[in-house]
């Protein structure tokens, strides 16, 4: 063992150096007196440099490239006409490496439904301290509600690019309020989106928090370490098994906290014997814990790209490839702002060929519905930890779920043909006029061309001990003493924003309650 890891024995073991896991680790080896053992499944760079630029160019998404090696693809179904391929990163800094750099605060109305739920820790006013801890708001400063020294270093982009400002000026003209801070609580509408970016670097998680601690003697970082499952004796964790360069062998633990990831975390918690009974005991792997909320009950962000054509070459965005976002609530009013419209200043064919300039190409608006919605299931297809799980989402399934994508689409619609944004635009592309104005038709194309925002929650839900939840909220797993999860698995559902900077705050939530061994 000590020839893979360097140490015989940690006091705790985090499974996955993501946007949790990466917080979680750091913070748990400020006390000099825990060892921690951190292992990721990819690569581990130890220095800024060692990244490879397109992974700190935030004007490029590298999880939009199908083939890149930092990235992690899994076969889904998003409906069950409708196969499709979910991305995750792989490699120091999780998916916050491979991402799109946004970095919004859940919503009050979040923080409430979680508490709600049996989490009193997760209320709003509870959070907030760690939402100030985790940050350095390079545009507001230290104040009460944004914090000055902390690791994420967050900066709203500049809406000066051409397409911004027509989008800026599209908004305003049908009336939508101006939201210049969406990490702040105030009503819902256009504005620039908070980033992990700064001067064009996308400083993931990785970057943020460990690189500074990588020296700590009580921290090791261990990367290209697979884990295939915790091992269990008499109801206790006590280690996971991993394999590394070939070799398979069990590293012991005190504590093991899986922040592998809302597709990872549930597949190793069903591999150990803890999920669904019926499902371990079809594929005969013996059950530690009955745990039927494992899996059964995860949710997203539905997402279409509706790409318009530019009436001439509008110039390469400067620092991102983010645009301006404008948040509106869905008729129904029941999530305030669950629409999200966010802009691309890069072709997508840009995003997906990893370059920032596509002569003569289409650019688009990514477009998401973001209520929350637990319609997804994720379980095992067999006992070899090598097989993935089949992921399906339940995309569309009711009748509400397809009208907020209408109302979406038609939004957007809507904000091109302003004649602020036909200054600079010939129009949408697809879909046309007769399908905009029929639902039954616009029903069909939204079908055709759904996609995710890659925003999974809730594989693992906190809550009291009972069916519905599988953690509680400090992420302890009900039943098996010295196991937890931190990632977002454990929000009963997604928020009603891109979930990044809650996973980081996940992270900073689970490592202040093991500091302080709260009950």
Not at 68 to 79: C, G, I, M, S
Not at 358 to 381: D, E, H, K, W, Y
């Given at each position: 063992?000590?020839?893979?890891?360097?140490?015989?024995?940690?006091?705790?073991?985090?499974?996955?150096?993501?946007?949790?896991?990466?917080?979680?680790?750091?913070?748990?080896?400020?006390?000099?007196?825990?060892?921690?053992?951190?292992?990721?499944?990819?690569?581990?760079?130890?220095?800024?440099?060692?990244?490879?630029?397109?992974?700190?160019?935030?004007?490029?998404?590298?999880?939009?490239?199908?083939?890149?090696?930092?990235?992690?693809?899994?076969?889904?179904?998003?409906t069950p006409e409708r196969p499709y391929t979910v991305v995750r990163g792989r490699y120091l800094g999780g998916s916050t490496t491979v991402n799109g750099g946004y970095f919004v605060r859940a919503r009050r109305e979040d923080f409430d439904r979680w508490s709600a739920a049996g989490n009193p820790a997760w209320a709003y006013d509870r959070a907030l301290p760690?939402?100030?801890?985790?940050?350095?708001?390079?545009?507001?400063?230290?104040?009460?509600?944004?914090?000055?020294?902390?690791?994420?270093?967050?900066?709203?982009?500049?809406?000066?690019?051409?397409?911004?400002?027509?989008?800026?000026?599209?908004?305003?003209?049908?009336?939508?309020?101006?939201?210049?801070?969406?990490?702040?609580?105030?009503?819902?509408?256009?504005?620039p989106a908070p980033c992990n970016v700064v001067d064009g670097l996308r400083l993931n998680a990785g970057l943020s928090y460990l690189l500074t601690a990588l020296n700590r003697p009580n921290l090791t970082v261990v990367g290209d370490c697979l884990v295939r499952r915790v091992v269990i004796q008499k109801g206790r964790a006590v280690g996971v098994v991993v394999e590394r360069h070939g070799r398979q062998v069990v590293l012991r633990a005190g504590e093991v906290v899986l922040s592998a990831?809302?597709?990872?975390t549930p597949q190793l918690l069903q591999l150990s014997g803890v999920g669904p009974r019926a499902d371990l005991e079809r594929l005969g792997v013996p059950v530690v814990r009955d745990a039927p909320a494992v899996g059964t009950r995860f949710s997203d962000h539905p997402q279409l790209v509706l790409e318009w054509a530019p009436r001439q070459e509008l110039g390469e965005p400067v620092d991102s490839w983010l645009g301006g976002c404008l948040h509106l609530s869905s008729s129904d009013l029941m999530h305030q702002g669950d629409l999200e419209i966010l802009q691309s200043l890069v072709p997508m064919a840009g995003l997906v060929g990893g370059t920032v300039t596509v002569p003569g190409a289409p650019l688009a608006f990514l477009v998401s519905v973001q209520s929350p919605a637990p319609t997804g299931r994720l379980f095992l297809r067999s006992a070899d930890p090598a097989t993935p799980p089949r992921i399906e989402y339940g995309y569309l399934a009711g009748?509400?779920?397809?009208?907020?994508?209408?109302?979406?689409?038609?939004?957007?619609?809507?904000?091109?043909?302003?004649?602020?944004?036909?200054?600079?635009?010939?129009?949408?592309?697809?879909?046309?006029?007769?399908?905009?104005?029929?639902?039954?038709?616009?029903?069909?194309?939204?079908?055709?061309?759904?996609?995710?925002?890659?925003?999974?929650?809730?594989?693992?839900?906190?809550?009291?001990?009972?069916?519905?939840?599988?953690?509680?909220?400090?992420?302890?797993?009900?039943?098996?003493?010295?196991?937890?999860?931190?990632?977002?698995?454990?929000?009963?559902?997604?928020?009603?924003?891109?979930?990044?900077?809650?996973?980081?705050?996940?992270?900073?939530?689970?490592?202040?309650?093991?500091?302080?061994?709260?009950?």
């Amino acid at each position: 063992m000590k020839g893979i890891t360097g140490r015989d024995r940690a006091d705790v073991i985090v499974v996955g150096a993501g946007a949790a896991g990466s917080a979680l680790a750091a913070r748990l080896s400020e006390d000099a007196g825990r060892t921690v053992l951190l292992l990721e499944a990819g690569p581990v760079p130890r220095r800024l440099e060692e990244f490879p630029p397109e992974l700190l160019d935030a004007r490029l998404v590298p999880g939009a490239q199908p083939d890149h090696l930092a990235v992690q693809r899994y076969a889904a179904h998003l409906t069950p006409e409708r196969p499709y391929t979910v991305v995750r990163g792989r490699y120091l800094g999780g998916s916050t490496t491979v991402n799109g750099g946004y970095f919004v605060r859940a919503r009050r109305e979040d923080f409430d439904r979680w508490s709600a739920a049996g989490n009193p820790a997760w209320a709003y006013d509870r959070a907030l301290p760690f939402l100030r801890t985790m940050e350095t708001d390079l545009d507001y400063g230290a104040t009460d509600l944004h914090g000055g020294s902390g690791p994420v270093r967050v900066r709203r982009g500049s809406l000066a690019h051409p397409a911004a400002a027509a989008f800026s000026a599209a908004a305003k003209q049908l009336g939508h309020p101006l939201e210049a801070d969406k990490n702040d609580q105030t009503s819902p509408g256009f504005g620039p989106a908070p980033c992990n970016v700064v001067d064009g670097l996308r400083l993931n998680a990785g970057l943020s928090y460990l690189l500074t601690a990588l020296n700590r003697p009580n921290l090791t970082v261990v990367g290209d370490c697979l884990v295939r499952r915790v091992v269990i004796q008499k109801g206790r964790a006590v280690g996971v098994v991993v394999e590394r360069h070939g070799r398979q062998v069990v590293l012991r633990a005190g504590e093991v906290v899986l922040s592998a990831g809302a597709l990872v975390t549930p597949q190793l918690l069903q591999l150990s014997g803890v999920g669904p009974r019926a499902d371990l005991e079809r594929l005969g792997v013996p059950v530690v814990r009955d745990a039927p909320a494992v899996g059964t009950r995860f949710s997203d962000h539905p997402q279409l790209v509706l790409e318009w054509a530019p009436r001439q070459e509008l110039g390469e965005p400067v620092d991102s490839w983010l645009g301006g976002c404008l948040h509106l609530s869905s008729s129904d009013l029941m999530h305030q702002g669950d629409l999200e419209i966010l802009q691309s200043l890069v072709p997508m064919a840009g995003l997906v060929g990893g370059t920032v300039t596509v002569p003569g190409a289409p650019l688009a608006f990514l477009v998401s519905v973001q209520s929350p919605a637990p319609t997804g299931r994720l379980f095992l297809r067999s006992a070899d930890p090598a097989t993935p799980p089949r992921i399906e989402y339940g995309y569309l399934a009711g009748s509400h779920d397809r009208r907020r994508l209408r109302e979406a689409v038609r939004a957007t619609a809507e904000l091109i043909a302003t004649p602020s944004f036909t200054d600079i635009s010939q129009g949408l592309l697809q879909p046309g006029p007769d399908v905009l104005d029929n639902d039954r038709a616009l029903d069909e194309w939204i079908s055709r061309n759904i996609g995710t925002s890659h925003h999974t929650c809730g594989t693992a839900p906190m809550g009291p001990d009972h069916a519905d939840a599988a953690v509680d909220q400090y992420g302890r797993v009900h039943g098996v003493h010295a196991l937890r999860v931190a990632d977002t698995s454990v929000l009963p559902a997604a928020p009603l924003r891109g979930p990044a900077a809650t996973a980081v705050l996940i992270g900073e939530v689970v490592a202040h309650a093991m500091r302080h061994e709260l009950p």
